[in-house]
């Protein structure tokens, strides 16, 4: 059964030091997300993107956030400059269309940052 | 903005017996989507059971059922003949119109099955 895979599963970083994260979607679907998952607290939506372009950010998908989808297949997502409050758990998702349509998501990253 | 709350952060039920989880949400949409999702201790969430809004039939899947309650906001997760492979935590989330539907959600509910 296809699904969406998440590469490092673990990520230690320096404070500043830039991180990407990656994300393999399942093949047909269209609109890809990057969510966030804070220790102990709710899951936030951080960003979708969808035709090549970011269709929607959160408040929190500020100017040290970045996405990309380089070559078809994976789907990434960078940290510029990583700040100790941005350790969380990232998960990516992938749909293949809106509304009632199922979001896949991945493992998750565990991101920590020191 | 949506909110979605859940209010038990941590439940407990016996093999085979039956628990519900509660939900509530509130949104100024007419259209929109609500959503059970299980998160095991692998991490890897998963689809539980959906419902489309304007659908008064409450969504079934298997074991797993809601209770729809839309003008009082309200979605919970009935979960019958529990199994120990249920122990998790369980989201739940809704989505609304927009460009690309995000997902919105409650803080959990654990779950934990006793043999």
């Known amino acids: 059964e296809p699904e969406v895979t998440q590469t490092p599963s673990h990520q230690v970083t320096q404070m500043g030091q830039e991180v990407i994260l990656r994300c393999v979607p399942i093949?047909?679907?269209?609109?890809f997300y990057w969510y966030r998952q804070i220790l102990g607290q709710k899951v936030e939506f951080l960003v979708s993107f969808y035709n090549n372009e970011i269709s929607e950010k959160s408040e929190i998908f500020d100017d040290q956030f970045s996405v990309e989808r380089p070559d078809g297949s994976n789907f990434t997502l960078k940290i510029r400059s990583t700040k100790l409050e941005d350790s969380a758990m990232y998960f990516c998702a992938s749909s293949w269309g809106l509304a009632l349509n199922e979001q896949f998501f991945g493992p998750g990253t565990r991101l920590t940052v020191l | 903005a949506q909110t979605v709350t859940q209010s038990q952060p941590e439940m407990s039920v016996q093999e085979a017996e039956t628990v519900t989880l509660s939900c509530t949400y509130d949104t100024s949409e007419n259209n929109y989507y609500l959503f059970w999702y299980k998160q095991p201790p692998s991490r890897q969430m998963i689809l539980v059971i959906r419902?489309?809004?304007?659908?008064?039939q409450n969504a079934t899947e298997n074991r797993f059922s809601v209770n729809f309650q839309k003008a009082a906001k309200s979605f919970s997760l009935k979960i019958s003949d529990s199994q120990l492979g249920d122990t998790a935590m369980y989201f739940c989330?809704?989505?609304?119109?927009?460009?690309?539907?995000?997902?919105?959600f409650g803080k959990g509910t654990l779950l934990t099955v006793n043999p």
């Open positions: 419902q489309e809004a304007y659908k008064q």
């Open positions: 093949s047909n679907h269209l609109y």
């Open positions: 989330a809704s989505n609304s119109g927009g460009s690309n539907y995000k997902l919105t």
